[in-house]
Every structure is written in structure tokens, then in C-alpha cells.
């Protein structure tokens, strides 16, 4: 089996106010020892505040807002926990639309933490049961990891899931 990475790789991490801060950063450090490029999408231009142990957190730079983006700019879509933040994201039509949109074209995603309560709302053939109770779960292109799993190994999943992707493609 082929080797697959996230060199070079443009990833969109979907955040809205209150995402889990430490896997943000997390995601970030993993993404950029890989020579990979992490943009962040949100609901709201300018910064988007985290969240860390209930507290608020630190302002990051938005590089491009929800109702501009499209699923085919990124190579994947990561989507930290944080129930705060998926609450709003839940209600934010651009945030499903995108969803939507990686999840029709097989595109790979990663859910972290309780993000994956997105797929509640999606009309999706993948369900929650189909994640079997470990850190890293991998069902079809869709990658679930808990919030105590370390994010290199939700990002070595991830890019198993887009090398997988991209053979589809090939074919």
C-alpha cells in the first residue's frame, strides 16, 4: 500500500467561535511538519476566537468566510470539536452546504471531538454508528477522531483517506 501524505496538501479547518483551541493548534503544528497548508474557513471574517478549558481563548486569522468558500478550492476539510462552535456551525447554512459538498464528492473529513454531530444534519449514507470506538476511525474518505487522540495520527488518517481519494479519481 502506497505511503500518503499532506505535503503540499490545502486543507480547510471549518471553525466558528469557541472551537477546542488546543486541537487547533495541534492541527496546525502537525499540518505544518508536513509541509502541508492548513486555511481557516469561518462564519465571520476578520478573527475567530477559540476556546480553552471554558475560557475564551485566542483570536485567529480568518483566511477566507464560509459564504465565499468552496469545497473544491481544498484537498480536504477538518473540523475540530468544540460544542460551542459546532452549535453555530449547525445553524450556519454555508458551513452545511460545504459539508455537503465534500462529503458528495468523496472529498476527505476529518472530524475531531464531538464535531461529528454535523453529520446529524447531512443527509449522509455514513452515521455515527459506523465509527467503531477508537482514537482514529477511518469510514470510507471520512475520518473520525476523539478529543483525546493525537492529531497526527487523525492527520496520517486524513491523508490515507485523500490518498484514497485521489487513486478513486485516477481510476
Known sequence: MAQH???AKKMAIMVSAGFDETQF??????????NGWLKVISNKPGLVNGANNGMLGMAYPVDAVLSETLAIDYDGLIIPGGAAHIEKLKQEPHAIRILRAFLREDMPVLFVGESDMLLSDIETDIVAADFIEEPVCVVKNVVKATADATMSSALS??????????EEQAA
Open 5 to 7: 501524505s499532506l505535503s
Open 25 to 34: 493548534i495541534d492541527l496546525q503544528k502537525s499540518m505544518m511538519s508536513q
Open 157 to 166: 488518517a486524513l491523508a490515507q483517506a485523500l490518498g484514497y481519494s485521489e
